[in-house]
């Protein structure tokens, strides 16, 4: 059984469990199925705003496809999530991100 479908075995007791969905998004990244881990990311960070580590990567596949001003806005709402939570690491990383494309 390779990790996507570990992973998605997991989920089926918790469809919404926000590590799980993380990692399983992740994991279509290194398959090259962008499409399918953008969704994962989008719907994570609609059921969980506070799931700060997914903004930086959902703002890396927007650039990836081409979509500047999506990836500027994702990293700057995961910047006031991170200062919100108190995560300096996380907003120093989404800050970095933001100013690497402006």
Do not use: C
């Not at 469990?17 to 992740?26: C, I, V, Y």
């Not at 994991?27 to 799931?51: C, H, R, W």
């Amino acid at each position: 059984m390779d990790r996507i479908e570990k992973l998605l075995e997991l989920l089926k007791n918790d469809e919404k469990d926000s590590f799980l969905n993380h990692a399983l998004a992740l994991e279509y990244i290194k398959m090259g199925n962008d499409q399918k881990a953008l969704s994962l990311f989008v719907d994570l960070l609609e059921n969980e705003p506070t799931y700060v580590g997914s903004y930086y990567h959902l703002g890396k596949l927007y650039e990836k496809i081409g979509e500047i001003e999506k990836a500027i806005d994702i990293y700057e709402n995961g910047m006031r999530e991170a200062k919100k939570v108190g995560d300096q690491h996380s907003y120093n990383e989404l800050m970095g991100a933001k100013e690497e494309i402006e």
